[in-house]
């Protein structure tokens, strides 16, 4: 009966080494398992941390970028209102060289107007000379005769005369006017052309 004990105790004591091997074995495979998960799991750590740094450089970018389309759309903007502003001005300058240009005939109409007045300013004064130097030296002495008073038609003649320089001179004023606002509009229109 002891000998089936002892029996009994060697197999169970075998058993039970080779469960503990077993268990033993189980434990160095986890053991490796376990480090191998502490090995990625450091390596996803990392990754993780260099992804979130990629991601905050990411979102700066964005906000860079984002702030850079702004302003291009507020100058956008502005730049647009510039060009409405331009473009107005433009068509009132063109207009108004087309008013201009109309009244460049009117131009040339008071400038034939002056020479008008120069030639018969030239053929009075002509005139007021001549009888001038026939009052002086009279040629025909029976013609002429000493009155009192002074010779009215001479005198006309004199405010013929002033009124013709009165008007000369207006009208002169008035062409040389018309002629630097057209220069002037003319020179404003072909800087705004080249905009």
Not at 91 to 100: P, S
Not at 122 to 132: C, D, N, P, Q
Not at 146 to 156: I, V, Y
Request: hydrophobic share 35%.
């Amino acid at each position: 009966a002891a000998e089936t004990s002892i029996k009994n105790y060697k197999a169970e004591i075998q058993n039970l080494q080779t469960i503990i091997h077993d268990a033993e074995r189980d434990r160095v495979r986890q053991k490796k398992q376990y480090e191998i998960v502490l090995d990625e799991r450091d390596i996803l750590g990392t990754q993780l941390i260099r992804r979130n740094d990629e991601l905050a450089l990411l979102y700066e970018k964005i906000r860079i970028q984002q702030s850079t389309l702004n302003k291009g759309e507020i100058q956008y903007s502005n730049r647009l209102t510039d060009i409405k502003i331009l473009k107005r001005k433009v068509n009132e300058l063109r207009r108004e060289l087309h008013i201009l240009k109309a009244s460049v005939s009117n131009v040339d109409k008071l400038k034939r107007e002056v020479v008008q007045l120069q030639k018969e300013l030239r053929e009075e004064r002509g005139r007021v000379r001549a009888l001038s130097e026939e009052l002086d030296n009279p040629l025909n002495v029976h013609r002429w005769r000493k009155l009192e008073g002074s010779d009215p038609s001479t005198f006309e003649m004199i405010q013929k005369i002033q009124t013709l320089q009165k008007r000369l001179i207006a009208k002169t004023e008035e062409v040389v006017e018309k002629d630097m606002l057209i220069q002037e509009k003319e020179k404003l229109y072909v800087e705004l052309k080249k905009i």
